[in-house]
């Protein structure tokens, strides 16, 4: 399930950290759980909507919040949160809730917009962490093996084949260094072309592309065949 939050706009300066600040807000209409110990089967996307930057961010005309949930009992305690919790979020108010339909697929290959930078990384064989952009050889691989990842967690067949790349023929690519509570992370705007079934395409959707989807990372936006 996959659906958008739309607020009001803002009545003080939202930091330009915020996406993490979202995620607190998602948990606290979930109410006590433990989606922090296993893998991120949502997506959180970043805050859309006219955006200037005056001593932070301002949403003139509001904002709209894009959530995606695999599991519908999840979604089902958060629509429940978020209506009977006060949001404390810089002065926005909610205004209205919509669900997103997937839209019909008739061909098999998609693209998809980052409506949040993808992040990946691979491990180094001192054990430490690398980010890996777009650009990089062995983007594709840690795309795919992410996304099956997740299928297997969520014993959902058709996700496993799923096949991913980054459209690098995208004039507008572009590597971003993210911010969560003062780390610094290296992601890529740059949208993810995927083929596989509709069911299969709905499911990556949903879920995310790449690592930490749960803390504002991945978000995909649908922007037609190919």
């Not at 917009?113 to 980010?131: C, N, Q, W, Y």
């Not at 496993?160 to 705007?189: E, H, P, Y």
Request: proline share 4%; with cysteine.
């Amino acid at each position: 399930m996959k659906f958008r939050i739309y607020f009001s706009a803002n009545r003080e300066p939202v930091p330009y950290d915020y996406p993490h600040r979202l995620c607190g807000i998602f948990h606290h209409w979930l109410g006590p759980n433990d989606l922090h110990e296993i893998l991120s089967l949502y997506s959180l996307g970043w805050l859309k909507g006219k955006c200037i930057a005056d001593r932070g961010l301002n949403f003139p005309d509001g904002a709209a919040w894009d959530i995606g949930i695999y599991n519908d009992e999840i979604a089902e305690r958060l629509v429940k949160g978020l209506l009977l919790k006060e949001l404390n979020f810089y002065g926005m108010q909610i205004h209205k809730v919509s669900r997103l339909d997937f839209p019909d697929v008739t061909k098999i290959g998609h693209r998809f917009l980052a409506g949040s930078p993808i992040m990946l990384r691979k491990v180094e064989d001192d054990g430490s962490r690398t980010h890996v952009t777009w650009d990089m050889p062995e983007s594709e691989s840690i795309l795919n093996r992410l996304i099956q990842k997740k299928a297997n967690e969520a014993d959902f067949e058709q996700g496993k084949q799923v096949r991913l790349t980054f459209d690098k023929s995208f004039r507008n690519a572009k590597t971003k260094l993210v911010t969560i509570k003062g780390i610094k992370n290296k992601a890529s705007v740059c949208p993810v072309i995927a083929e596989g079934t509709r069911e299969a395409l709905e499911f990556l959707w949903t879920v995310g592309a790449g690592e930490m989807t749960g803390v504002g990372f991945g978000s995909l936006n649908h922007t037609g065949k190919l």
